[in-house]
């Protein structure tokens, strides 16, 4: 039975309370079944008079690194089209004989391969999408790969760019495919989203350009840049969705990536190296790798956690960034959640 008043409403329920968000949606859940779950606060505070609900649309921003690009890059190292650990000048064209060719799909899984930290892509490459391709393959990169982790959006962009070039097919065609299908994921899309479905679309932060918050329009300005969908952000989904997703990762579902990746991809893979990185999953904030709590998170105030050796799931959803970018207050809210999430 899903509990209808615990301990995650009354956190939540104080957190929007005291201004941390609009609004969040929450789950949580086992193997077997969602064990909580709700909805508090408001969908847009300019509509007083409606309340966020569980099926709630969210810009899951970051999210969308592991949903759709780890993902999908999993189910080409099962079907051995990728082998992580092949230095990518050695098959893929695009990045032979540039800076990037030494790097493996491994490092950027690791967030070890040196790349620049910021996207910055419109002020170093320009609009066109072709052009933001070449340059981003073609940049310098900090240090040689294996040297030291720092998290970039740009190992998403690389790997989805990977992805596409071994299956000459768009990422958003690979990640419904290859994952959302197979794991009946029916509210999860890249965006803009059709009408039908912005009403129930949770905002994000005001837009100067458009005079208005963004609904259904992804926040993220270098995937609004590439057209809306990439492997950094764009995708739109639901915490039922999500919880899924999650599930998938537990007890997994034929016809997508195995069982085998999860558990490569949930294990520490960065040595000595701080901070310990599994394969885009990091180990949860205020956890240790042994405590077997891994998560990842986005920057419109989405996050998402698993334990396989627990068996247990979360995911908190959340349009934190319609009233602030400082992201301190839902930090310290999320690792309460996680606490009793995974006691």
């Known amino acids: ?95 032979a004989a540039r800076p990037l060719a030494r790097a493996t799909a491994h490092h950027l899984l690791t967030h070890t391969a040196g790349l620049p930290l910021r996207a910055n ?40 760019y990977l992805a596409e070039h071994l299956t000459r097919r768009p990422l958003p065609r690979l990640a419904e495919e290859r994952v959302w299908t197979p794991l009946a994921l029916v509210e999860t899309r890249y965006g803009p989203l059709p009408a039908a479905l912005k009403d129930r679309c949770a905002p994000t932060e005001y837009d100067e350009e458009t005079g208005t918050h963004l609904k259904g329009t992804v ?30 990762l537990l007890v997994p579902v034929p016809g997508t990536f195995s069982a085998d990746w999860t558990a490569d991809s949930l294990r520490v893979h960065t040595g000595e190296l701080d901070p310990p990185r599994g394969l885009f999953w990091h180990p949860a904030p205020g956890t240790e790798p042994p405590d077997d709590v891994w998560s990842h998170f986005g920057f419109t105030g989405t996050g998402m956690w698993v334990s396989p050796s627990r068996g247990r799931w979360a995911v908190l959803l959340t349009n934190r960034l319609h009233l602030t970018r400082d992201p301190g207050p839902l930090a310290r809210v999320r690792d309460v959640f996680r606490a009793l999430a995974f006691p």
Do not use: N
């Open 1 to 95: 039975m899903v509990q209808r008043s615990d301990p995650f409403e009354r956190l939540l329920g104080d957190a929007v309370r005291a201004g941390v968000c609009p609004g969040m949606v929450w789950a949580v859940g086992d193997a077997r079944t969602t064990v909580s779950e709700g909805a508090v606060g408001l969908l847009d505070p300019a509509r007083p008079g409606e309340p966020m609900r569980h099926d709630t649309l969210f810009d899951v921003a970051s999210l969308t690194k592991i949903l759709a690009v780890w993902a999908v890059i999993g189910t080409l190292v099962d079907a051995g089209k990728l082998d992580p650990a092949a230095p990518l000048g050695s098959y893929w064209p695009e990045a």
């Open 219 to 248: 926040h993220d300005f270098s995937a609004r840049l590439l057209g809306g969908a990439c492997g950094i952000a764009g995708v739109f989904t639901t915490t039922a969705d999500v919880g899924r997703f999650l599930r998938h």
């Open 121 to 160: 892509l419109r002020h170093l490459y320009g609009s066109d999408p072709q052009d933001v391709r070449d340059g981003v393959l073609a940049e310098q990169l900090r240090h040689r790969p294996g040297e030291a982790v720092a998290y970039t959006d740009r190992a998403a962009l690389i790997l989805g």
